[in-house]
């Protein structure tokens, strides 16, 4: 007969993202993850396996949970500029005040460490899929003749996905909002016709 398991594995997965993005995968150690979760060493490897192992897990539940929904809202907006200029409020809204405020993104701050080979996998998918997203609303943006003309829309996602990490980062170190608003506007004012 199967062994039952006695706790909800999507729960001690969502605690352990908690510890692992407070403190850094490199911070962390597996006991910071048992405390955390109640989990007993031989459930926690029995399930998820070591510490590479779930932090690429953890890595993935933020992207699909928190990560993919952000971009999700901009691919849907068709406002084009304005929809750049909203994605990146929300970005600082979330990074500068609430719950979360001045943790970073566990992706963004992952970037910084020597992650494991499954976790590094996870990085590259979140860049290529906030450069894609915003490629296409800076597609929509020129559509609209929002954009100066002959802007490089690839390059000009890229920067703004390297914007996107900065702010990720600077608002981790205790930058406040507004510096991180000036410099979005300043990113953006250079795109416009």
């Known amino acids: 007969m199967a062994d039952v398991k006695h706790f909800d594995p999507d729960r001690v997965l969502g605690l352990a993202e908690l510890v692992f993005w407070r403190r850094g995968a490199g911070s962390t150690g597996i006991q910071d993850v048992l405390t955390a979760t109640g989990l007993s060493r031989s459930s926690l490897y029995n399930t998820f396996g070591g510490k590479e192992d779930l932090y690429e897990l953890v890595m993935r539940r933020y992207l699909d949970q928190r990560s993919r929904p952000m971009f999700a809202r901009l691919a849907a907006d068709r406002r084009g500029l304005p929809a750049i200029s909203s994605f990146f409020s929300r970005l600082i809204g979330v990074r500068c005040s609430g719950e979360f405020a001045g943790w970073g993104c566990l992706v963004s701050n992952a970037h910084l460490e020597d992650s494991p080979v499954g976790a590094k996998v996870v990085l590259d998918e979140h860049q290529a899929a906030l450069s894609i997203v915003l490629h296409a ?30 702010i990720n980062l600077r ?5 406040q909002a507004e510096p991180l608003q000036a410099a979005v506007r300043a990113a953006l004012a250079p795109l416009v016709v």
Do not use: F
């Open 137 to 166: 609303a800076l597609k929509v943006a020129d559509d609209k003749h929002q954009l100066r003309p002959g802007l490089d829309l690839a390059a000009t996602a890229e920067h703004l996905t390297l914007l996107a990490y900065a």
């Open 171 to 175: 608002s981790r170190a205790g930058v």
